[in-house]
């Protein structure tokens, strides 16, 4: 029976990297809808999770199930097409392109198969979605700049309207305010906890505020390894995580 409250399950999961296990036999359930956060110092593993999560890296052992579907071994394209989307701590944009021309191209896959050797021109249901984005994201003013040209905040405005582009269910998003000045970081919030009304997110941060403030779950890791799980205010007064997060300097 499909199981309508759990989205995301990860199983064990461990990635080794020679003799460092970054992650450790994580395993947690991510349910359908609002923002579940993921947080933890420096070098915790948190970005190699997401890596296996979305198929970047195959883990080392471990299952990771979407919508009750074995797709451990999936590449991410597959991953992507079925409905599970992702961000990069480090930008993916072309940053010599313009606005439009990014968007169109993250939303090319949402074309006919037939239609995808098309010049972006021609790609009428790229270019509705792209023109829905700029829209959506604020980002109509800019249109036609070169992404390079971008402020730092509308860079990481436009990166999360590209991981959007093909409507998935489920997003990852690997610390979208890093770099951020305080008033981006709270437009950021803002438009997370938006999107989390209408679809999955599953978010990694580092500003602690920031996560306890918008998540229904919290998960911290430390060195490989799941520390703790729950709502942010039982997280928060976990002894564990005391010790070993918030009494050290944040990631
Ligand atoms: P976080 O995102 O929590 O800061 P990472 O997942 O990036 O942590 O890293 C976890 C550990 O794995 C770190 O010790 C890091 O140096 C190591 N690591 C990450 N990616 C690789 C890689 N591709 N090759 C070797 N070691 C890696
Ligand atoms: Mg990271």
Known sequence: MKNTEMILRSKSLSKRFGGLTAVDDVSFEVTRLGVTSIIGPNGAGKSTLFNLLSGTFMADSGLVELDDQNITRMSPEGRLSCGMARSFQITNLFFDLSVIDNLRIASQALEPRSNLFLPLSKSTIAMDRANELLEEFGLLECRNQIVGALSHGQQRRL??????????????????TQGMSQGDTQDTAELIKRLGSK???????HDVDLVMDLSKTVIVMAQGKKLAEGI????????????????????
């Not at 679809?199 to 941060?205: A, G, K, R, S, Y």
């Not at 976990?238 to 070993?244: D, F, M, R, W």
């Open 232 to 251: 942010p205010s039982d997280v928060r007064a976990n002894p564990l995580v005391q010790t070993a997060y918030f009494g050290e300097e944040l990631a």
């Open 199 to 205: 679809i999955t997110v599953l978010l990694i941060e």
């Open 159 to 176: 990166e999360i309207a590209v991981t959007l582009a093909t409507r998935p269910k489920l997003l990852l998003l690997d610390e979208p």
